[in-house]
């Protein structure tokens, strides 16, 4: 490991997290309107926030800060892919990584990797993805926050894992080992016309809060032991390119398919930008 990414590493993990983000979750949910729509103006500067895709250009329009950046965007702005067998991106944001996952490895960055079994918090629940196919894709600020469907599917378990807040940068990924699979996180497992889908919410420092439609609000609280939801009855199925979730502040989000079920487009590889409900991959 280089000077810099144990400085990085060293920096992030001696920082109070949890306690971080429950202040700042104060700011950004804060109502009052002169504190919102500074920090609003100042974001939308800052990151180069594209309004004109906004349902609403109206600062006034947003409660909070984390009302703006949850905006919803016009439908005109993210078509659909509408290709045969086609794998939709279920978010905006860089390709972190794409790729295989081998004997049970996901790669996160230069010599670092995780294991499917420690994302998911469960050996069992990993099995279905031994050698299937994976992506991790990061959002920004400047980013579209709300998370959807890459592929129709019917929700089988979402899990709560615990864990720390690390940040998700290109710095801390390179710098942390096992990044992804330490920090908190809520897994959807969906059964689809291709075999089980795993989407990973990845929780970071200064994201206050995870949640789905399906559930609303699952952290905060966080806790210490995983949480498991199954669904056997009255099941959600949701179809491709509908919301399933939303990141309140930046973070990313990790797609796992099993074995010989799909693949990634050729030009679907590290740092490409990419935007939610295009083609990424094909089934």
């Not at 079994?117 to 926050?145: M, W």
């Amino acid at each position: 490991m280089t000077l810099k990414n144990t400085f990085v590493a060293l920096s992030q993990t001696l920082l109070p997290h949890h306690a971080l983000s429950v202040l700042v979750s104060k700011f950004t949910h804060s109502e009052h309107v002169a504190w919102k729509n500074f920090l609003t103006r100042q974001i939308i500067s800052h990151y180069g926030v594209n309004m004109d895709e906004a349902l609403t250009h109206d600062l006034s329009a947003f409660k909070s800060f984390n009302d703006f950046f949850t905006r919803e965007l016009k439908p005109e702005v993210r078509p659909l892919t509408t290709q045969i067998g086609a794998i939709a991106s279920p978010a905006d944001g860089v390709v972190s990584q794409a790729g295989q996952i081998m004997q049970g490895d996901i790669f996160q960055a230069k010599g670092k990797n995780f294991t499917a079994a420690q994302l998911l918090g469960d050996a069992k629940r990993a099995e279905k993805f031994n050698d299937g196919t994976f992506t991790t894709i990061y959002l920004s600020p400047k980013d579209y926050h709300r998370l959807h469907m890459p592929l129709t599917g019917t929700l089988r378990e979402m899990v709560h894992i615990p864990g720390r807040l690390f940040s998700v940068n290109s710095a801390t990924t390179n710098a942390v080992p096992r990044l992804f699979a330490r920090n908190e996180r809520v897994v959807a497992i969906f059964d689809t016309e291709i075999g089980q889908m795993a989407l990973v919410l990845v929780g970071a420092i200064f994201v206050s809060s995870i949640e789905t439609v399906w559930h609303g609000v699952v952290t905060p609280p966080t806790s210490q032991t995983i949480r498991t939801w199954t669904y056997e009855n009255n099941t959600p199925t949701l179809k491709m390119g509908e919301e399933m979730g939303r990141f309140n502040m930046g973070s990313t989000i990790i797609v796992l398919f099993e074995k010989d079920k799909m693949t990634w487009n050729a030009d679907f590889t590290a740092d490409k930008a990419v935007k939610m409900g295009e083609k990424i991959g094909q089934h």
